[in-house]
């Protein structure tokens, strides 16, 4: 399964948040539209190794939750971290717990990622290549033809993705983290 939490913990109410519309559990909350569910440091670290992003690199976390992907990419990496999430009070608690340390919060929804990326400041074309996307999204979502097409637009780009625990279906990631359950996704050149 993923990370640390065992089959009991994450199964029963995993599945029975999408029977119910929205519950709260002790690593997360769950619906059938937006889940946060707390990622581990040990997540983020694997992701971080697997896209080798450095200080310069742009992260870009989808679905960012709390931020604590974002805010660990950021302080540990020195990159430009980027959450984006729908859910106004998820992201009011990101920039809380970012404590100054420069990560940018935005309200807005995952689908609308390439505009919020090339609204970056001083974000070139140019810059895509720098561009690591992370996601750790219900799999109807990572699985969606809109979102997949979203995706795959990126990486054509020059962007890189990150997946951690629900990959897209059929597609071949170009590396991946066993251990970890993250892949990482890009183009071959």
Same mark, same amino acid.
């Given at each position: 399964?993923?990370?640390?939490?065992?089959?009991?913990?994450?199964?029963?109410?995993?599945?029975?948040?999408?029977?119910?519309?929205?519950?709260?559990?002790?690593?997360? %909350?769950?619906?059938? +539209? !937006?889940?946060? @569910?707390?990622?581990? *440091?040990?997540?983020?670290?694997? /992701?971080?190794? &697997?896209? =080798?992003?450095?200080?310069?690199?742009?992260?870009?976390?989808?679905?960012?939750?709390?931020?604590?992907?974002?805010?660990?990419?950021?302080? %540990?990496?020195?990159? +430009? !971290?980027?959450? @984006?999430?729908?859910? *106004?009070?998820?992201?009011?608690? /990101?920039?809380? &717990?970012? =404590?100054?340390?420069?990560?940018?919060?935005?309200?807005?929804?995952?689908?609308?990622?390439?505009?919020?990326?090339?609204?970056?400041?001083?974000?070139?074309?140019?810059?895509?290549?720098? @561009?690591?996307?992370?996601?750790?999204?219900?799999?109807?979502?990572?699985?969606?033809?809109?979102?997949?097409?979203?995706?795959?637009?990126?990486?054509?780009?020059?962007?890189?993705?990150?997946?951690?625990?629900?990959?897209?279906?059929?597609?071949?990631?170009?590396?991946?983290?066993?251990?970890?359950?993250?892949?990482?996704?890009?183009?071959?050149?």
């Amino acid at each position: 399964m993923c990370d640390s939490l065992d089959d009991d913990t994450w199964d029963a109410p995993f599945m029975e948040a999408f029977e119910e519309d929205t519950e709260t559990f002790p690593f997360g %909350t769950l619906s059938k +539209t !937006a889940s946060h @569910v707390t990622t581990l *440091p040990s997540t983020t670290d694997a /992701a971080v190794s &697997l896209s =080798n992003t450095t200080h310069s690199t742009i992260f870009v976390d989808l679905g960012c939750g709390v931020g604590r992907v974002t805010n660990r990419a950021r302080d %540990t990496t020195g990159c +430009t !971290a980027v959450g @984006v999430d729908m859910c *106004p009070n998820e992201i009011a608690q /990101a920039q809380e &717990l970012a =404590n100054g340390n420069g990560a940018i919060y935005l309200v807005d929804d995952v689908f609308n990622a390439e505009a919020v990326i090339a609204a970056l400041p001083d974000f070139t074309a140019a810059d895509w290549d720098r @561009v690591v996307i992370f996601i750790f999204l219900i799999p109807t979502l990572v699985n969606s033809t809109k979102f997949q097409a979203l995706l795959g637009a990126l990486l054509d780009k020059g962007a890189k993705l990150v997946s951690y625990c629900y990959h897209p279906d059929k597609w071949t990631p170009h590396e991946r983290d066993e251990r970890m359950n993250v892949n990482l996704y890009r183009r071959s050149l």
